[in-house]
């Protein structure tokens, strides 16, 4: 039998995946590709610079241990990144690169030089007339990585920060995107970033602003003519952090100067941070070219904290505040809250301002009282585990059938409507959707979207099954 690239690929694999958590395996193996097999150099396709970086920073022993096993000791890996090139060129832009040697990769790129003839830059932050040459973070020094904690549903973006505070454009996450749903810490960790740049570097520029303030300056900047001092301003930004980046959706001209802004950046070394409640993939009327600057770096996740997340968030608000609270209580609400990390804070605020003003001991009837009024008077968010339950039994099938491989037409529409009731009630991506709804990839979810929207429009009986789901969901 023949050794093949994927052959010796697929038994590295099955070694490294005995070897390290699944979670792990899903996130850093199984996008990576065999191409060739050379003598004793194995080449294998990895999607970007940054998890080459953090392949051969965190897994190098297990690849060379799982390498020299199925090609001896002078086996060889050598990676090979693509990248996307935006030019028109539909060749691929890809670069070789030997395990252990890092070289440097840039995709070609072209910044569009702008003329300005007056030697002043205009601060937008500052009123005019007011000569002020500092440019404020508009930084919340509150928000630190102290005190956003650590769990499963953040390690990966919370990891990425620090490296990125700890040097800023120095490592391959710029820009770093971080996204997720409401309230579960994307502003908290971008203010975290910045400020531990301004405390480690503090002769660094760090500018945080959200995308709506963004966009208003750049409205009022056309309307006043004075559009390159806006540009050159932001220019001269070393970390620039911009927050709920999916405001600039539909926004052309705001996308263009954004798009020139980001390259100069980029180019010269400078950091950019960007918050979303979307992956970039689900983003809808932002312009490719900008989409495919967002893909440069990292983009990382924050998703629902898991329980014992949920309890040292408590413990730790609990602590801040000088609050002692009994454990049961605290583990009752973290067991009862469960969408975002606002509204649990919001519970334990909302039950010790019960107890300081009704001079109330708290106990776990008023947790149930509080938590009750809190969870009614909050828009529930439905999770893709209950959706898959409803649907499932709208059909009279198990979770199990709804998730499986099977062809047959009425399954088939059964889990087309679970994704397409996990995108519109959800905030996840359209990745994460179909991971959890058997193991399907995003363009299944697309593909899986638009036929219920074309079915809901020609077959009647399709309609009633939308909206008979869409009142179980919306109860």
Not at 94 to 103: L, Q, V, Y
Not at 186 to 196: E, P, Q, W, Y
Not at 310 to 338: F, H, Q, T, W
């Amino acid at each position: 039998m023949s050794i093949t690239a994927q052959s010796v690929w697929n038994n590295c694999l099955e070694f490294i995946k005995d070897n390290i958590q699944p979670q792990a395996y899903k996130t850093w193996f199984e996008p990576i590709k065999a191409v060739k097999l050379t003598d004793n150099a194995l080449s294998i396709q990895v999607p970007s610079k940054f998890f080459y970086e953090w392949l051969e920073e965190h897994y190098v022993k297990i690849l060379k241990v799982s390498l020299t096993k199925e090609l001896g000791e002078k086996a060889k890996l050598v990676y090979i990144i693509k990248m996307e090139n935006t030019y028109g060129n539909k060749q691929p832009f890809t670069e070789k690169i030997p395990s252990s040697n890092r070289g440097s990769v840039k995709a070609q790129d072209v910044d569009i030089p702008l003329n300005n003839k007056s030697p002043e830059l205009r601060n937008p932050f500052v009123i005019p007339g007011i000569r002020n040459v500092k440019i404020e973070s508009q930084l919340n020094p509150n928000y630190s990585f102290e005190n956003f904690l650590e769990g499963d549903s953040n390690r990966l973006a919370r990891s990425a920060g620090l490296a990125v505070a700890a040097k800023p454009g120095g490592t391959s996450f710029n820009p770093l995107l971080i996204f997720g749903g409401v309230g579960l810490g994307k502003t908290h960790l971008a203010h975290a970033i910045g400020v531990d740049i301004k405390d480690k570097y503090p002769e660094k520029t760090v500018l945080y602003i959200s995308a709506e303030k963004f966009t208003q300056q750049y409205i009022d900047s056309v309307k006043k003519n004075n559009r390159n001092d806006f540009i050159h301003f932001y220019q001269i930004i070393d970390v620039l952090i911009i927050d709920d980046v999916q405001f600039l959706s539909g926004k052309s001209g705001t996308q263009d100067v954004f798009f020139h802004i980001f390259n100069h950046l980029h180019q010269n070394g400078k950091q950019v941070i960007l918050t979303s409640d979307k992956a970039p993939v689900d983003m809808q009327d932002i312009e490719q070219r900008l989409l495919s600057r967002f893909k440069w770096g990292l983009s990382a996740e924050l998703q629902n904290p898991d329980f014992e997340t949920r309890v040292s968030i408590l413990k730790n608000k609990l602590y801040r505040d000088g609050v002692e609270m009994p454990e049961d209580i605290v583990e009752y609400v973290a067991k009862n809250i469960k969408t975002n990390v606002r509204e649990l804070e919001g519970a334990i605020i909302s039950l010790i301002a019960q107890s300081s003003f009704n001079k109330k001991e708290i106990t776990i009837e008023l947790a149930k009282q509080i938590v009750e009024k809190f969870v009614k008077n909050t828009k529930r968010e439905v999770s893709i585990d209950y959706i898959q339950k409803i649907v499932s039994d709208y059909f009279q099938m198990d979770v199990d059938t709804l998730q499986s491989k099977t062809r047959k037409r009425h399954i088939v529409q059964a889990r087309q409507l679970a994704m397409f009731f996990a995108k519109k009630f959800t905030k996840a991506s359209l990745a994460s959707i179909g991971s959890q709804i058997g193991k399907r990839d995003h363009a299944t979810v697309l593909h899986a979207c638009k036929t219920v929207d074309n079915l809901s429009s020609t077959d009647k009986q399709f309609r009633k099954y939308v909206e008979d789901i869409t009142k179980k969901l919306s109860v």
